[in-house]
């Protein structure tokens, strides 16, 4: 059309300018709001990032208490929402259950669009999404809901709701606390991801913030992006119970006419080790050392890093563990079940998904998205009556 750039999966074009966050793909280097990875994972807690990615400062004392009373007035969720969960058919993936529990929650909470009432719905989705997680493990299991707790932090309460029961009473362990907040540190934002693209878009239309992050929930899902989680410890468990060869599956991931990939490999910007996969890989031997426990999976990941690492086409693809080749062996040690692993990753990118959202109302250059195409059909045609067709 002599002006539209062919660009399949948008690789070579920003579609917005963004402050929140900064990645440089061929260091491994990722910052939010300026502040490393590094130092966010050794130092902060989830809710500081959140803050952080959302307001654009580290929440002063008050600031942050006043979050953490917020986020815990917010955490139930309106009875009548169990009715929802309550139908959807045995078996439903919970990524499909939480967004459209994410949809119907803008029907049980409105908003009216002043600015503050758009900081409590930001506060809503996070601490209302993490209730709605663990309600729907619960429900899936055929368990009593257990309701969020005051007295507990924002990563200690999920994992209270998703485990108690009154004949075994959950017990705070904070080492899994800390690796929780690390995992989803990790996650909080990663710029123009596919799944924020989306939140991106949909809020482009000026559809509700709810749309629009459940619409981030919905593209997160797939195995190439948010589902790889999933999908790695799928690929270690095989490789475990069938005794697949690490050889025979590095080939079958080299083979072009093979529809298989090595799940937690390779990633669109980064053509380095992914920094988030360093830290987490670290936490892996650090928790499972801590928890006395031994993971064979774990084992089965570091051969096949080992071998691919070394392989030729995988370093002449430039392909390196990505954050969800190790963060499957964290959620295991957590015991959070294979299924609910996606739903993990979109509980920590909501801030980033929320933050996104928020930079693209503020931001007066930002229109519709509405990309173009290369027209390949046919030319201009007549209609035929239907007695005429062929
Ligand atoms: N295993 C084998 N070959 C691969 C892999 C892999 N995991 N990833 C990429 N390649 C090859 C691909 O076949 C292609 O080869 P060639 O140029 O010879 O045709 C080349 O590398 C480039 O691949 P691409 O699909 O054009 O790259 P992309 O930037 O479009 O896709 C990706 C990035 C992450 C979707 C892809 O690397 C992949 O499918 N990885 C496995 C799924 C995964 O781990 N996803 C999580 C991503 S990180 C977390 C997140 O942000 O969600």
Redesign the pocket.
């Known amino acids: 059309t002599g002006y539209t750039t062919y660009d399949p999966?948008f690789?070579n074009t920003a579609s917005c300018a963004s402050a929140i966050t900064f990645m440089d793909g061929e260091k491994g280097i990722l910052r939010y709001r300026g502040i490393p990875i590094e130092d966010l994972a050794e130092n902060a807690t989830f809710i500081e990032t959140a803050y952080l990615l959302i307001n654009g400062h580290l929440p002063s004392p008050e600031e942050l208490n006043r979050t953490r009373v917020l986020l815990n007035d917010f955490s139930m969720v309106h009875e009548s929402m169990q009715i929802f969960f309550q139908n959807f058919p045995q078996g439903s993936h919970p990524m499909g259950i939480l967004s459209g529990m994410i949809m119907a929650l803008r029907s049980f909470y409105p908003d009216m669009g002043t600015e503050e009432d758009m900081n409590t719905h930001f506060l809503y989705l996070l601490s209302k999404v993490r209730t709605m997680a663990a309600m729907s493990y619960r429900l899936s299991r055929g368990e009593k809901v257990v309701y969020p707790r005051h007295d507990l932090s924002y990563c200690a309460n999920f994992l209270n709701m998703m485990f108690d029961s009154p004949v075994h009473p959950y017990i705070v362990e904070e080492d899994l606390v800390r690796a929780l907040n690390v995992f989803l540190i990790l996650h909080a934002d990663?710029e123009q991801?596919?799944?924020t693209s989306a939140v991106r878009v949909v809020g482009s239309s000026k559809a509700p913030l709810y749309a629009s992050i459940a619409a981030g929930v919905s593209a997160?899902w797939g195995?190439?992006?948010?589902?790889?989680?999933q999908?790695?410890i799928e690929m270690l468990e095989k490789i475990h119970k069938e005794g697949a060869t690490i050889d025979e599956v590095i080939r079958r991931?080299?083979d072009?006419k093979d529809p298989?990939?090595?799940?937690?490999?390779?990633?669109?910007?980064?053509k380095t080790y992914?920094p988030r996969a360093k830290i987490i890989k670290k936490m892996c031997d650090r928790i499972l050392g801590k928890l006395k426990k031994e993971d064979p999976l774990l084992d089965i990941a570091k051969k096949l890093e080992e071998v691919a690492l070394t392989d030729p086409?995988?370093v002449d693809?430039?392909?390196y563990p990505?954050?969800?080749?190790y963060s499957g062996i964290v959620l295991r040690a957590m015991r959070i079940p294979t299924n609910m692993f996606p739903v993990m990753?979109a509980i920590g990118r909501l801030p980033g998904w929320i933050a996104q959202w928020k930079e693209s109302m503020e931001d007066p250059s930002q229109r519709i998205s509405r990309p173009r195409q290369i027209y390949t059909g046919l030319p201009e045609t007549r209609y035929h009556d239907i007695m005429d067709r062929k």
């Open positions: 999966g690789g990663h991801n596919c799944s997160l195995p190439l992006h948010g589902g790889a989680n999908a790695v991931a080299k072009r298989f990939r090595l799940m937690g490999f390779g990633h669109r910007v980064y992914d086409y995988f693809h430039n392909l990505n954050v969800d080749f990753f």
